[in-house]
């Protein structure tokens, strides 16, 4: 028999693609579910003034975090280009990782005032930087570290994890704003 001559993923470029999926996974997973779950979290962190303003707060809230999506693909690129791809992704995940702790942690407005808008805003901006140059550096990882053919199906896996992160958070907040799960009548 002929052996094939199709290259193959050492255990460590196994691992790799493994935890960059995952990672990929959970970044949008976390990035999104704050964005289909802003109904209920504007609530809690911006004041009830009126209307237009309580609007206002709340779409620089949302949009901060693709607004400076650019910003970060320059700095973390730059890093990415000195020291390595897999420093940019420790980086990036590291950054997720405390910016989703303190929004999980954060006081509401009633509690701490307009810090907690602040506060919730700047991690909002400090996720988009992260979570748009993890899954791109992911990508550039494996491309740069496996041989064509196999890297195209792997860089795809990438992409399709980040979708899957997304549409999962849109199911986990479907549940919350929509399904009478408390006994009260959901008003979204």
Request: glycine share 6%; with cysteine; aromatic share 12%.
């Amino acid at each position: 028999m002929q052996e094939s001559t199709q290259p193959k993923l050492n255990n460590s470029q196994k691992k790799a693609v493994g935890l960059l999926s995952v990672g990929t996974f959970l970044e949008y997973f976390d990035l999104m579910l704050y964005i289909h779950m802003a109904v209920l979290l504007n609530e809690l962190f911006f004041p009830k003034t009126d209307p237009f303003t309580a609007s206002l707060l709340s779409a620089f809230a949302f949009c901060s975090s693709y607004v400076l999506r650019p910003f970060g693909a320059l700095v973390f690129g730059f890093i990415g280009d000195f020291i390595g791809r897999k420093s940019v992704i420790v980086i990036t995940t590291i950054i997720m990782a405390i910016t989703c702790t303190t929004i999980a942690v954060l006081p509401t407005y009633a509690q701490i005032g307009i810090t907690a808008s602040w506060i919730i805003t700047i991690c909002r901006m400090v996720q988009g930087m992260a979570a748009s140059a993890e899954s791109r550096g992911a990508e550039i990882y494996i491309t740069e570290s496996v041989k064509p053919p196999l890297q195209y199906p792997l860089v795809a896996i990438i992409t399709v994890f980040s979708a899957v992160g997304t549409s999962f958070a849109l199911g986990v907040s479907s549940i919350f704003t929509n399904v009478n799960i408390f006994g009260t009548e959901s008003q979204y």
